[in-house]
């Protein structure tokens, strides 16, 4: 990016300024006739005091209040933080990536000048990237590529502010309410949801495609007996293999109708896969699928050896549904860039599994059960989350990269949990109370809140399913969103192929004297 580019420059301006004083019905009217996302909020001498965006908007009448009556400084962020209008671009893209924030005022002296929204700075950065080839990038993006739009989808997306995520535009907790596992896989991969029809011969092929190539079956036990073993890199060595055992041909060179077929097929494995080496594991036979039950029902069939309630199946299924696919998360991202080379379904998969399978992406289910049982009763969970906090310790299951307010997972998770009962759903539900007290006093500011971890672990748990199989779970239900982003990068591809800033020694180097002649005399000496 030119350091020479202001935040002047690309700011919005004028600035859209209101009064601490209206209401949020009437600042709803300010930014849709500005048609911008945020505005400065000024006192009564006209001093910055706040910033009011579209998304404090939304999740205000999210939580219930009034608009029509609430004043904007009950919800707008206070003692924003600002730019100068000589500040540079980057230094702009600099804030917005540390402070997290959409919208910064810029001021002018002590007054405010502009609004400066990240997608300003960031379609700049974005015209300077797309340099002629060969040149080097003037500018880099920011390490996590948080802010950064890197491709299209129609799959669905995640809006942390509004605590609110969708597939296919449809909200992907009320999907988890209402539709079955074999509903949303099928808006998922197909792009609508089923009618009877549709979702009758969906849930056929998806319980054909059930079976295992039997070269894959035969291996299976081995990968179960490696000294290394845990569930996720036995599944990625086992759909690395399934690849290969069903031929699995280039997605450059197959149909897109082709690939929907794969997708199809190596989704309905996956659940078999696990189970099967997790059975092996055990020293346990392994359990066949029953084609009279779902994918939700057959997961835990194929778990236990035994047929669950149906209220533990539809526990389950919600939980799968609910982690089908969260925007573009990094194993996402990976299935696509592998897909973006051409490659088959099963390299895309397997590399997604392995994102997965890192410690900041498969997240912690297991990690906040066990949290629970390390604080053992309601009592004792004050004192052991204050000393958690306080010795720099974070809370499992709590806080989010993204959402800055209620994870809606975590939302429907307590429901689920609550209504399958138990002592361990009513203790967490305790425990997460004082968590979000304790963080609140101690940790002020941070927007910390629970996260789908947080239950995710007690439903599972109440379910039947062990605690390193949790991931697993998630690694499962999340193939369904793989899939979806494997195909719609397959059906509109482009070579994904970033550069990266060089930042080492200034070429081009000369090599130490004598450097070849001593290699070529070890040449000769062999
Ligand atoms: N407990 C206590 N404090 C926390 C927590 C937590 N769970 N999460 C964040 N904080 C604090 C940090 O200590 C930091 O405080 P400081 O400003 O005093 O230094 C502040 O909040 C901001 O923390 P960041 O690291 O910037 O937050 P980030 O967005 O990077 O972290 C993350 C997100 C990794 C999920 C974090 O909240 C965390 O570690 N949570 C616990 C682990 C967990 O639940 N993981 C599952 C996440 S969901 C998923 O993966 C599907």
Redesign the pocket.
């Known amino acids: 990016m030119t350091a020479s580019l202001t935040v002047a420059d690309v700011m919005h301006k004028p600035a859209v300024v209101v009064p601490d004083i209206i209401t949020l019905a009437q600042a709803s009217v300010i930014l849709d006739a500005a048609n911008v996302g945020a505005a400065a909020v000024l006192d009564s001498q006209g001093r910055l005091i706040g910033m009011v965006s579209e998304r404090d908007l939304l999740r205000s009448v999210g939580h219930g209040v009034d608009p029509a009556i609430t004043k904007v400084d009950e919800v707008m962020t206070k003692d924003p933080v600002t730019v100068s209008v000589s500040d540079t671009v980057e230094h702009g893209l600099e804030v917005f990536r540390e402070r997290r924030f959409r919208h910064l005022p810029v001021m002018d002296g002590d007054k405010v000048a502009g609004i400066l929204s990240i997608r300003h700075v960031v379609r700049v950065a974005h015209i300077e990237e797309v340099q002629p080839a060969g040149s080097a990038p003037p500018g880099l993006a920011p390490r996590g590529l948080e802010g950064v739009a890197v491709a299209e989808t129609s799959v669905g997306d995640v809006r942390g502010e509004e605590g609110f995520f969708h597939y296919r535009g449809y909200n992907a907790t009320e999907l988890a309410r209402r539709c079955s596992f074999e509903q949303v896989w099928h808006l998922l991969s197909e792009g609508e949801l089923p009618d009877d029809a549709q979702l009758k011969a969906f849930t056929r092929l998806a319980v054909e495609a059930r079976s295992i190539p039997e070269q894959v079956a035969d291996l299976l036990p081995k990968i179960a007996s490696l000294p290394g073993y845990t569930p996720l890199m036995a599944l990625r060595s086992a759909v690395s293999l399934a690849g290969a055992a069903l031929e699995q041909q280039p997605t450059l060179d197959i149909p897109a109708d082709e690939v929907r077929r794969e997708c199809l097929k190596m989704a309905a494995i996956v659940p078999v896969l696990l189970m099967r080496l997790h059975r092996h594991h055990l020293g346990l036979p392994p359990v066949e699928p029953d084609p009279d039950l779902g994918y939700a029902g057959s997961y835990i069939q194929m778990l236990t050896g035994q047929r669950p309630h149906d209220r533990e199946i539809r526990a389950l299924e919600q939980y799968l549904i609910l982690t089908m696919d969260?925007g573009f998360n990094s194993s996402t991202f990976t299935a696509r860039v592998i897909t973006s080379t051409g490659s088959d379904i099963g390299s895309a998969l397997t590399g997604a599994i392995g994102a997965l399978a890192g410690p900041?992406?498969?997240?912690?289910p297991s990690?906040?059960l066990a949290m629970l049982d390390a604080i053992g009763t309601p009592d004792k969970a004050e004192a052991y989350l204050r000393h958690?906090?306080s010795s720099?310790?974070?809370?499992?299951?709590?806080?989010?990269?993204v959402y800055k307010t209620d994870?809606p997972r975590s939302t429907l998770l307590r429901e689920v949990a609550t209504e399958l009962g138990g002592a361990q759903a009513e203790f967490a539900v305790q425990v997460e109370r004082t968590a979000l007290r304790v963080?609140n006093e101690l940790?002020p500011g941070?927007r910390?809140y629970t996260?789908?971890?947080?239950y995710a672990g007690v439903v599972m748990n109440s379910v039947g399913i062990p605690p390193d199989m949790f991931t697993p779970t998630f690694a499962s239900s999340r193939t369904v969103g793989w899939t979806a982003a494997i195909a719609e990068q397959a059906a509109n591809n482009r070579l994904i192929r970033p550069s990266a800033l060089y930042v080492g020694p200034q070429p081009p180097r000369a090599l130490p004297e004598g450097y070849g002649a001593a290699l070529k005399s070890a040449e000769l000496a062999r």
């Open positions: 969260h900041l992406h498969g997240g912690a990690r906040a958690e906090i720099g310790e974070r809370l499992m299951g709590f806080g989010h990269r994870d963080l940790k941070r910390l996260n789908v971890e947080f």
